[in-house]
């Protein structure tokens, strides 16, 4: 199996993982309740997304 000549160096590590940090969830205000929700997601307190009731929840 092909194995590394040269160990790489720690600025060429490092500069690979530059990219690797993860980005934090961004929620927004539910207009229905005021509840934080994710974009493009029904809200998991009250359940609408668009204006309806998407998922069941009684109230
Ligand atoms: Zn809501």
Same mark, same amino acid.
């Given at each position: 199996m @092909?194995?590394?000549k040269?160990?790489?160096?720690? @600025?060429r590590g490092r500069k690979r993982r530059a990219?690797? @940090?993860?980005t934090l969830p961004n929620p927004s205000a539910c207009p229905q309740? *005021?509840?934080a929700k994710m974009p493009h997601r029904a809200c998991p307190s009250? *359940?609408?997304?668009q204006g309806r009731q998407a998922l069941d929840k009684e109230e």
């Open positions: @092909a194995v590394p040269r160990r790489q160096s720690q @600025a990219h690797d @940090a993860i309740c *005021g509840e009250c *359940g609408t997304y």
